[in-house]
């Protein structure tokens, strides 16, 4: 891990942790950069947002789920995202300030709407921007919606509980890449 990298993990662990453990000093803090920054604009994504989605997917899974491995070469990652995921449509991007700070992509099968990737760049959590992404993906795939994260990842199921998901499935990691325990979320509305 660069330098850069090891100085955003380290900023972004300790907002979380302070946050989580309720210090006063680092709500603060928060809040004050939340009355500074401008609100985010939220737009569906083009091909030309490629790099930045790919920038805020990759750094988020390196610098917040450092244990789950990421199982592709990044430059594979960006090819999939450039390729495959912004082509399909319903990839969303929040900008703030000009850039690219998260993303979602949705999708629908026959029996529920799905948040497949909701990604944000760990500068920018705890600002509302990932509960303004999930309030978009209540309104445009309405009840049911599911999703997966990591069983390790307590800061996400602590997020998605917030907002009305509960558990309804706990995996073993078998079924998804990183071979790592998940959870099955769902929202009914």
Known sequence: ?????????????????????????????????????????????TTTDAEAVSEVYLTSRKVLVPW???????NAVRGWIRDHLIPAGRVTVAIQDGDVVGMMALSNDEQAGWIDQLYLHPHVVGHGIGTALLER?????GAPIRLYTFQASVWARRFYERHGFRVI?????????????????????
């Not at 993906?137 to 795939?141: R, Y």
């Not at 079924?175 to 998940?182: T, Y």
């Open 137 to 141: 993906a209540k309104t445009e795939l």
């Open 1 to 45: 891990m660069d330098h850069t990298m090891k100085h955003v993990k380290a900023d972004v662990q300790r907002s979380i942790d302070d946050s989580a453990l309720g210090v006063g000093n680092a709500k603060n803090a928060i809040l004050k950069r939340k009355c500074m920054r401008p609100s985010p604009i939220f737009r569906p994504a």
């Open 169 to 189: 499935a706990l995996g073993d990691g078998s079924a998804n890449e990183e071979q790592c325990p998940d959870v099955l979320y769902e929202w009914r509305g």
């Open 68 to 74: 789950a491995p990421l199982v592709h070469a990044d």
